[in-house]
């Protein structure tokens, strides 16, 4: 089923760009994200092994659709401190768009799952937590959610995080594909790309919210859990999402307009103002030259190499040389 952007006034959001909509026949509310430049932008820059570099691709994704949804100014924060071989994963959303992105790693460990056929996102991060963390400025308090990850997806981490946070009925996809292009007479070019959608179950009736209690694992054996049914919207809205194929989030040829008519268009969707996503770094000389004046003087000299202090932007890459007085 294809969109015709001109038959309904509608302007393409683009790659790099958050487009939030509603289906208010299935009182659903959503994003959808295509990451064209910018991922390959973050990615590149790393130059990860390819694994890792999915898989900090999919965090990008997932920030990106919750990020945007922030109603002032301030920051969301996604970061991961597992026991796996990628030990950390900090992604880091300034809104009104900006976006910056890396990963901790131990490469021979990485290796030897990528060898074994092994390296897939849930061996990778092993056991551990993921914390989101809004931010909303030095007048007030932070917020900060936690989900323990024990071999599961992050897909499933973002269900599982508003279902006992918010407890909003959730339903993530999230997709990283690899684009390989070639010129005549040109080598083959290579770059990056990912998208997502998120919807949630959101009806004016609280109890029409009702969810399946999550298993706590503490149970008796055999415990009976009861009958328990799902709203008939949530169920539709949720199957719709779930045949969201990987290739419909990372074609560039596919738009987000074009997925959510093919998968909405009966029910009548509704769609609002993308929202740009951009890869910024808040990183500066001045940020860190003021970090720098709190340390001591026996710190700064064990920095100092050949009279000199480098620091390097994990985020960036952008390397700041000052003296050792800090200048």
Known sequence: MAFDPEEFGVTPA?????????????????????????IAAIIDRHAYPEPVSRLLAEAVVLTSLLGTSLKFEG?????????????????????PDAIRACASFEDAQVRELMEAGKATPEALLGKGYLAMTIDQGQHMQRYQGMVELDGIS??????????????????????????????????????WTAGGILIQFLPEAPE???????????????????????DDAWVEARALVETVKDVELTDPGISVENLLYRLFHERGVRLYEPQKIADKCRCSRERIE?????????????????????????FCSTSYEFDKDGN
């Open 14 to 38: 683009g790659p790099d760009a958050v487009r939030p909509f509603s289906v208010e026949g299935l009182d659903v509310r959503g994003r959808a994200v295509s990451l064209g430049p910018v």
């Open 75 to 95: 920051r969301f924060t996604l970061q991961t401190k597992t026991d796996g071989p990628v030990s950390m994963l900090v992604v880091d959303f300034s809104s």
């Open 154 to 191: 992050l897909e499933e981490v973002a269900r599982r995080y508003f279902a006992r946070s918010e407890q909003i009925p959730t339903e993530v996809r999230l997709a990283v594909g690899e684009l390989f292009t070639r010129a005549e007479g040109e080598a083959p070019a290579h770059s």
């Open 208 to 230: 029409r919210m009702r969810q399946a209690d999550l298993d706590p694992g503490d149970a008796p054996y055999e415990t009976d859990e009861g009958d328990f049914e799902e």
């Open 290 to 314: 003021s970090v720098l004046n709190t340390f001591s003087a026996e710190e700064v000299e064990d920095m100092t190499v050949e009279g000199k202090i480098v620091v390097k932007c994990e």
